[in-house]
Structures are given as structure tokens and as C-alpha cells.
């Protein structure tokens, strides 16, 4: 059974900093382009940033030169996020799929962050 698990989540202040993992079970993650996404009450789910399975990383503008996204050993991926803004609160959710035509698509179950004025 394929489980995608993200941690990290929590309230943080204006300008401060978290790093959200998400751990794989049941498929390994070096096959996979693995993404962060996030959504808000009443809007769609946007691409947050991504990573292929060769370590090319692609980001949205509005977290361009704040948040990071890796790969590590552990069969997991992070997203450091700095200087967090009130924009950036949403549920954030961990996405891997197997790069090709209707590829294998798996979500985690999200996590909250919390950015205060």
C-alpha cells in the first residue's frame, strides 16, 4: 500500500521559517517527479515547486528565492520555506508521479501552515 506522509506543518510568525517532510512508503521516491502543492478554502490546488527525477527543481514566482525543495535519503522530500508570509498559509500536500503519459499519481494527506501578521 503506497502512503505519502508530510510533517512539519504548524503556526509561524511573519518572516519566520518551517520545513515540511514527506515520507514514502510502498514506492520509491527516486522514481518519481515529487511536488509540494497548496490550497487554500475556495481556490484550486497550485504547484508550489517540484522536483524531477534528475534533481532539476522548478518553483512558482510568488516562493521563487524563499523555499527549497529536496530529495534525501530517506525516501522523502522537504520543502524549507523562509520568510513566510500570511500568503503563503494553505494546507500544503506532497505529490509524487511516475514521469510519463498518465503516469501513476499518488497525494499525502496534507498539512496546515499557519503564517501570522
Known amino acids: 500500500q503506497v502512503q505519502l506522509v508530510e510533517s512539519g506543518g504548524g503556526l509561524v510568525q511573519a518572516g519566520g521559517s518551517l520545513r515540511l517532510s514527506c515520507a514514502a512508503s510502498?514506492?520509491?521516491?527516486?522514481?518519481?517527479?515529487l511536488g509540494w502543492y497548496r490550497q487554500t478554502p475556495g481556490k484550486q490546488r497550485e504547484l508550489v515547486a517540484d522536483?524531477?527525477?534528475?534533481?532539476?527543481t522548478n518553483y512558482a514566482d510568488s516562493v521563487k528565492g524563499r523555499f527549497t525543495i529536496s530529495r534525501n535519503n530517506r525516501n522523502a522530500v522537504d520543502l524549507q520555506m523562509n520568510s513566510l508570509q500570511p500568503e503563503d498559509t494553505a494546507v500544503y500536500y506532497c505529490?509524487?508521479?511516475?514521469?510519463?503519459?498518465?503516469?501513476?499519481?499518488?497525494w499525502g494527506q496534507g498539512t496546515q501552515v499557519t503564517v501570522s501578521s
Open positions: 505529490n509524487a508521479v511516475i514521469p510519463v503519459v498518465g503516469g501513476t499519481k499518488y
Open positions: 510502498g514506492i520509491i521516491f527516486s522514481r518519481y517527479v
Open positions: 522536483i524531477t527525477t534528475g534533481g532539476s
